[in-house]
């Protein structure tokens, strides 16, 4: 299949190239995230994750930028950072003040999501919310 779509590492994204090729990949074919484990692996200092976590998390926000540029968004430090934490899972749903700023950031990024018709309008919903709310992700 990804040889078929002509998809290619781009070593432009050093330490996140896998994350880039999917990301590529999700707009040319259908992606799910699978309700089970299929692989474990072994954490240890010597992992690249751990060795280049500056160059990699630069790198991932490069790959996110391209994505929100296309609903017309340029994210901020700050609003970068909303991002990462509600992908980690990080909003705390007790604290008012980081509740509302996920929250806002949702709507925020929800709203262009309709004026551009980027992704699935239901999807990314449910995904934001998911995460804000810390709901382990299952096919329902």
Same mark, same amino acid.
């Given at each position: 299949? $990804?040889h078929?779509?002509?998809?290619? *590492? ?17 707009? +040319? ?12 692996y ?5 992992? $690249?994750?751990?060795q ?5 998390d ?10 929100f ?20 899972f990080?909003?705390?749903a007790?604290? *008012?003040?980081s509740? $509302? ?6 709507n925020? $990024?929800?709203?262009?999501n309709r004026k551009?018709?980027?992704?699935? +309008?239901?999807?990314l ?6 995460c ?5 992700y299952?096919?329902t």
């Amino acid at each position: 299949m $990804v040889h078929r779509l002509g998809v290619q *590492y781009d070593s432009n994204y050093p330490h996140a190239e896998d994350y880039e090729l999917w990301n590529r990949l999700a707009s +040319q074919i259908q992606m799910v995230n699978l309700p089970i484990n299929l692989l474990y692996y072994r954490q240890h200092k010597g992992q $690249v994750s751990i060795q280049h976590r500056a160059i990699q998390d630069v790198t991932a926000r490069r790959i996110r930028q391209r994505q929100f540029s296309q609903m017309g968004l340029e994210l901020s430090d700050e609003e970068n950072q909303i991002m990462v934490d509600i992908l980690q899972f990080n909003v705390n749903a007790n604290d *008012y003040n980081s509740y $509302v700023r996920a929250l806002g950031f949702v709507n925020w $990024v929800l709203d262009q999501n309709r004026k551009y018709s980027v992704y699935n +309008q239901e999807l990314l919903n449910m995904a934001f919310s998911r995460c804000i709310s810390k709901i382990p992700y299952s096919i329902t």
